[in-house]
C-alpha cells in the first residue's frame, strides 16, 4: 500500500518539491540580505544605548517585503489540502478506480490510512521546511519589530503551519468523502481553509488564555501615538495602541474617570469640532481636547512570553481537528461508501 500510494502522489509531490526549492533559494538570500543591513545599520550606532531609531528603521525597510511573504504562505496549507488532500479519495470516488482496490486484500480502512498518512506527513514536511526558512530569514526583523502575535506573523512562523497543513489534508479529505466530485472538494477545502485563517486568530486564539488587563490613561500623547481614532459608528474608540513586550487583544471604548463610557456627541464634538489650540501631532487639536477628558482605556493583553505556550495550543487546536476529521473519513469509508 506504500509503495501503490508513493506511485500515485510523487508527480504532486515532484512538483511540491520544486516549489519549495524555488521558495527556500528566495528566503536564503532574502535571510543574508536582511543581516548584512542589519550589521549595516548596527554600524551606525554611535553607542550600543544609541540603537533604538536606527534598527527601527532597519525594521521598516523589510517589514513590508516580510508581511508580504508571510501572507502567501498563509495560503500554504490550503493549496496543500486542496491539491493534495482533496484529490486524494475524491478522483479515486470519481472515476471508480476504489472498487478495483478494494476487492483485493487491502481493506477498505488501511487503503484509507495509509494514503492519508503518506500524503499528510508529505504536506506537514513541506509546511514545516517553508516555515523554518521564513522563520530564520525573518529573524532578525521579528526580534526589532516585536509583533510576533500578529495575525500574519504568527501564523507564518515555528510549529503552527504544520499543524494547518494537517488540518488542511484531513479537511481535503474529508471533502472528497462527501462530494465525491474532485473539483468541488477543492474548492470547498480553499474557502474553509481560508475562512478559518481569519476565524481562529480573531476569535479564538486571543482566548488560548486568560488575558491580564490594565488601565491606560488617554492623554493627548498616548491619543497621538494611536493608529486610528473613531469608527465608522462613530463610536469613540482608539485603535492601534501598542504595549511594549505584549499582544493587544482587547480594547474597551474610551471611559471617563468614573469607568463610563465617553458620550458620543461629546467624541463628535471634539473629533469634527475641536478648539484651534494648534497643537501637533498625529490627531492635532482632537487629541488635545479628548487629552482634556480625564479619559482611560481598559485594555486586555498577552505577555510576549506566552507566545509559545500560544503556539503549541493553537498547534494542538488544528492537529485535534485534524484527528477528528481523520476519524470521521475512518469511519465513513467503511459504512457509507459502496
Known sequence: MIWLSWRQFRLPLLVGVVCLALAAAFLVHL????????????????????CGPVLAQFAGDYQN??????????????????????P???????????????????????????????????????????????TWAAGPVDRVADDRFSTVVFGA?????????????????????????TVPAMALTMLCCTVLQFAVPNLVRPHFMAAERLSRPMTAEAINQARGLGSITGAAVVKGLTLPDAWISDVSELRTADGRPLAEAKFTECFDDPPRTGATGTFGDTAACLGKLDLHVDIGYQPDDRYWPFQWIESAFYLALAALLAAFGWWRIRRRIS
Open 31 to 50: 535571510g543574508w540580505d536582511i543581516r548584512e543591513a542589519r550589521d549595516a545599520y548596527e554600524a551606525r550606532c554611535r553607542t550600543p544605548g544609541d
Open 65 to 86: 517585503t516580510l508581511l508580504f511573504v508571510a501572507a502567501g504562505f498563509a495560503l500554504l496549507p490550503a493549496v496543500i489540502g486542496a491539491f493534495w488532500g482533496a
Open 88 to 134: 486524494l479519495v475524491a478522483r479515486e470516488l470519481e472515476a471508480g478506480t476504489h472498487r478495483l482496490v478494494w476487492n483485493q486484500s487491502v481493506t477498505r480502512r488501511r487503503w484509507f490510512t495509509v494514503k492519508v498518512a503518506v500524503v499528510g506527513l508529505a504536506g506537514m514536511a513541506v509546511a514545516g521546511v517553508a516555515s523554518a526558512l521564513l
Open 157 to 181: 512562523r515555528n510549529i503552527a503551519p504544520v499543524a494547518y497543513a494537517a488540518f488542511a489534508v484531513a479537511l481535503g479529505v474529508t471533502a472528497g468523502l462527501l462530494t465525491r466530485r
